[in-house]
């Protein structure tokens, strides 16, 4: 049984399906250069959970920053 995230292309790294759909979500915010407080209002979460959203992002695709980020995840063609 296959049981990577169906939404992703097939040339999508392996990490993007260890990403959660909040990471998924968060990530997205970014690349659509929303805020932290922007993100947060939009998900309805709180400005901290999107910061503990963005440091989990940062340690999985293995970047520093929100550009990185931005530009890895588009790298691997897994942003709408």
């Not at 399906?17 to 407080?37: G, M, P, V, Y």
């Not at 989990?56 to 790298?75: D, S």
Request: a positive charge; hydrophobic letters at 35%; one cysteine or more.
């Amino acid at each position: 049984m296959d049981h990577a995230c169906p939404s992703l292309p097939e040339n999508t790294s392996p990490m993007a399906s260890r990403l959660t759909e909040r990471e998924h979500q968060t990530l997205q915010l970014i690349a659509d250069r929303f805020s932290n407080k922007e993100s947060a209002r939009a998900l309805g979460i709180s400005a901290e959970t999107v910061k503990w959203h963005l440091k989990q992002l940062y340690e999985k695709l293995q970047v520093n920053g929100r550009m990185q980020a931005v530009n890895q995840a588009r790298k691997w063609q897994w942003l709408t």
